[in-house]
């Protein structure tokens, strides 16, 4: 049974910084990708970030280039997602999900998901 356990969150001022950790457990993840997603009341779950496993290949919402950093490290079967310069429209729960194989930013093709940590983001 594929396990996810998000930490991290918290309350920070605009322009702050904010690290998330993803703890994975139950399986072997050399084949999986794995996802950072937030959600907002009333809204759709979005696309932050992805990491493939395997060969650390990162893929990130244009929202967030260049702001945010996704990586994991694979003793620790962790994946971190390093968030600076944070905005008041990046409050959400922020989730992370995992599934076979491929990266993709659609989130209803990640099978595993954990329960979501909250950051809110002060102006």
């Known amino acids: 049974q594929v396990q996810l356990v998000e930490s991290g969150g918290g309350l920070v001022q605009a322009g702050g910084s904010l690290s998330l950790s993803c703890a994975a457990s139950?399986?072997?993840?050399?084949?999986?990708?794995m996802g950072w997603f937030r959600q907002v009341p009333g809204k759709e779950r979005e696309f932050v970030a992805a990491?493939?496993?395997?060969?650390?290949?990162?893929y990130y919402a244009d929202s967030v280039k260049g702001r945010f950093t996704i990586s994991r490290d694979n003793a620790k079967n962790t994946m971190y997602l390093q968030m600076n310069s944070l905005k008041p429209e990046g409050t959400a729960v922020y989730y992370c999900?995992?599934?076979?194989?491929?990266?993709?930013?659609?989130?209803?093709?990640?099978?595993?998901w954990g329960q979501g940590t909250q950051v809110t983001i002060s102006s």
């Open positions: 139950g399986r072997t993840f050399i084949n999986y990708a």
């Open positions: 999900a995992a599934r076979l194989f491929r990266a993709t930013t659609n989130p209803g093709e990640y099978n595993y």
């Open positions: 990491i493939s496993w395997r060969t650390g290949s990162t």
